[in-house]
T-cell receptor, first 111, second 113 residues
Framework: GDSVTQMEGPVTLSEEAFLTINCTYTATGYPSLFWYVQYPGEGLQLLLKATKADDKGSNKGFEATYRKETTSFHLEKGSVQVSDSAVYFCALSDNTDKLIFGTGTRLQVFP | NAGVTQTPKFRILKIGQSMTLQCTQDMNHNYMYWYRQDPGMGLKLIYYSVGAGITDKGEVPNGYNVSRSTTEDFPLRLELAAPSQTSVYFC????????????FGPGTRLTVT
């Protein structure tokens, strides 16, 4: 079945460092791809999305490009802030009723 | 626009007690979902609904029940609470069109002792 694999955390960075969180997927069709962010004590918020190959989703300085050839949707940010500390979830929708989530990657940013 | 709201925010239950977690959305979404998130873990789907009167099991439905009598509301019922149901519960909803992203509520933190 369809699945999402994320890199293990925690990812620990200093403020203004470059961030990459890897996400790869397995799907039989042509899924839509998402990144969600969960701040401490809160629910999940949609961060960005991409619906077809080569699409780039972007929001709040974060970007991810839908790469069909490598089945990847890596999350990047050029300069992280302390306020970016959160858990990040990669997810896919194969256009059925459900989202399939990765296990989440915790990001910790220190001043 | 309130989005997805959940009540209560916190609850402590004794083993064997029952309770209902409430979820309401004001976006006229047909699809609604219940997830649980155990500490340090990802989300597991408990039940979902594709419209009023229609519900289906997710990955971990045992010990839970749901109903969907209106588009707006999707309550989750815990019968005979067990310590294994200690978790944070999230409700989500989505429209039936587009990229199928889901919108989440703030969660209910449940402890069963």
């Amino acid at each position: 079945g369809d699945s999402v694999t994320q890199m293990e955390g925690p990812v620990t960075l200093s403020e203004e460092a470059f961030l990459t969180i890897n996400c790869t997927y397995t799907a039989t069709g042509y899924p839509s791809l998402f990144w969600y962010v969960q701040y401490p004590g809160e629910g999940l918020q949609l961060l960005l999305k991409a619906t077809k190959a080569d699409d780039k989703g972007s929001n709040k300085g974060f970007e991810a490009t839908y790469r069909k050839e490598t089945t990847s949707f890596h999350l990047e940010k050029g300069s992280v802030q302390v306020s970016d500390s959160a858990v990040y979830f990669c997810a896919l929708s194969d256009n059925t009723d459900k989202l399939i989530f990765g296990t989440g990657t915790r990001l910790q940013v220190f001043p | 626009n309130a989005g997805v709201t959940q009540t209560p925010k916190f609850r402590i239950l004794k083993i064997g007690q029952s309770m209902t977690l409430q979820c309401t959305q004001d976006m006229n979404h047909n699809y609604m979902y219940w997830y649980r998130q155990d500490p340090g873990m990802g989300l597991k789907l408990i039940y979902y609904s594709v419209g009023a009167g229609i519900t289906d099991k997710g990955e971990v439905p045992n010990g839970y029940n749901v109903s969907r009598s209106t588009t707006e509301d999707f309550p989750l019922r815990l019968e005979l609470a067990a310590p294994s149901q200690t978790s944070v519960y999230f409700c989500a909803s989505r429209t039936g069109q587009g990229a199928y992203e889901q919108y989440f509520g703030p969660g209910t933190r449940l402890t069963v002792t």
